[in-house]
Every structure is written in C-alpha cells, then in structure tokens.
C-alpha cells in the first residue's frame, strides 16, 4: 500500500506549493506591514510552547534531557499536513480566515527548532548553526511554501490562471494521495506506543489542546476572525514530524527519533485530523461568542 518515494515526493511538493501560492495570492491583497504585529507574535508563540513541554516531558514524562528538549521541539513546530487539512475543511464549510495564515506556518518553523537545541544543549560550540541553518532555511518546506508565497504575491490570480487547474482544482484530490501515505506512515508508528507506555498517548492529545488554547487566545488578541482564530489554534496544536525531525538528527543526534515521531505522527497527527481541527474551530467560536459577544 506505501506510495513509491517518488510519487510521495512529487505530492508533498504539490501540496506545500499550492497551499504557498494560495496565501501569496490572498497575501497580495493587504500591505505587508500590517503583518508585523501578527508574525513577532507567532514567533513568540513558536518560542513559548517548546519551552512548556519541556518541563513535563522531563518531570512527569521521566524522559532524558535530549529526548526531552526534541519532542518539545516538535510540539513548539507546525504540521504542514494538519494545516493542509484545515485548509481544506475550512474551505469545504465555507469559514473565512486571514491570508497570512500560510505565512504564519512558515515563521512557526523555526523558534521551536532553535529553542530544543538550547534545551537539550545549552550555549554548545559543539552545535553545528550551520548545519543547522542550512536544513532549518533551505530545507524542502520551508523553501517550496516560502517560494510559492512569493510566486503567489508577484503573480497574483491573474498570473497563477494556466497553473490553477493542477495546484488549486487538485487540491482535495492531492491531499488524499497525501493522507493516505501519511495514514500509513502513522499505523508504523503505533507499535512504539506499546513500548513507551501511555504518557506518550496522553502528551500527544494533551498537549495540542493546551497550545490550541494558547493559539485561540493569541487569535484573539490580534483580533482575528473566528476562523483565523482557530486556524491560529490548528497550527498551535500541530506537531511537527518532517522539519523537526531533520533538525533534530544534526543538532542532538542522542535523541530517540522514534519517541518523537510516536508522538507528533503516531498520536497527534491523527487526532487532530479526525477530532481536533472541527473541535479548534468550535473553540474559536465558543471564545468568540464570550469575549467578542
């Protein structure tokens, strides 16, 4: 049933392209510096929610510093795949949300990475920046979402017409191939939680309900809308499982990936596919309604 790594490549690109050129269109429409606020905020988020995991993982959760400081990594980053998801679904139900969502997915990349490191390493010498720089800022992600925001941006609707049947049509049928092979991928990964007991389970539903709190809550502040807001949410409570991962194997390769992986892919991937993306979105409409009236 596993895709061949080629046709499993060629989706993941089309994917991260089409949701990048499909902000960079709609980001096209509002000034930039209106942005500003929206982004150092995110990325105090992307430093924040690291930095609360860790210490239940290290407390609670028993586990070793370097184990530790990844999997906290991986819950402070973003699944470009739930967003995918979400994006499909809000488009399905008809619900709003600010263009600069793509754009926040991307900055949310990088302070949990940055963060893990010094969780698990301190200030080292030893850390290899620019290794690490080089996966965290020309990796395939971060390279094809950033690229087709700017593509989108130039461009505009008008530019992207003779590519939109592929990228925009598609989109739904690209995201299935997509989820069937990440459907795969995460059924792999069930037999780690046998192994590492059910701290993992809980962490891995726990946690995205509090970082999703966290996100309504930020989206409230910066007076997004109700689907803004809980898109806010569904990235906070996405866990990374393809940037983190290959970050992580460079900076602290004593780290167990597989403790990670059970986790973001094994147990939250699939949660917040099935429940937590309709649940983040109720969320932001209950929050809505008791703090906005």
């Known amino acids: 049933m596993r895709l061949p790594p080629q046709i499993y490549e ?23 510096l209106t942005l500003v606020p929206d982004m150092l905020a995110v990325i105090v988020m992307g430093f924040a929610l690291p930095v609360l995991a860790y210490p239940v993982l290290l407390q609670l959760g028993k586990f070793k510093r370097a184990d530790a400081a990844s999997i906290a990594a991986h819950y402070g980053s973003v699944s470009v795949g739930t967003f995918a998801v979400a994006v499909a679904y809000f488009g399905t139900i008809e619900v709003f949300y600010e263009e600069h969502l793509p754009l926040l997915l991307v900055l949310l990349e990088v302070p949990a990475i940055l963060i893990g490191i010094l969780l698990a390493r301190g200030f080292s010498n030893q850390t ?55 459907g795969l991928i995460a059924s792999s990964q069930i037999a780690g939680l046998r192994k590492y007991g059910l ?63 059970t986790a973001s892919l094994g147990v939250t991937f699939p949660f917040n596919v099935i429940i937590g993306i309709p649940l983040y979105l109720e969320l932001a409409k209950v929050m809505h309604a008791f703090f906005k009236g």
């Open 10 to 32: 060629f989706v993941s690109i089309l994917l991260l392209l089409a949701i990048g050129l499909k902000g960079g269109v709609e980001l096209a429409k509002q000034p930039f």
């Open 128 to 182: 290899k920046w620019s290794s690490v720089a080089h996966e965290v800022f020309l990796g395939k992600g971060i390279v094809l979402l950033l690229g087709g925001l700017v593509i989108g941006w130039v461009a505009g609707p008008e530019g992207l017409t003779s590519v939109e049947p592929l990228f925009f049509d598609l989109f739904k049928g690209i995201l299935a191939i997509f989820l069937l092979e990440m």
């Open 199 to 261: 701290f993992i389970v809980i962490f891995g539903i726990v946690m995205p309900l509090f970082s999703a709190l966290i996100g309504c809550g930020l989206g409230l502040l910066l007076e997004l809308s109700i689907g803004g807001t809980a898109m806010l949410a569904i990235l906070a409570a996405s866990a990374s499982y393809i940037a983190v991962p290959a970050a992580m194997r460079i900076s602290v390769p004593e780290a167990n990936p597989t403790l990670s992986l």
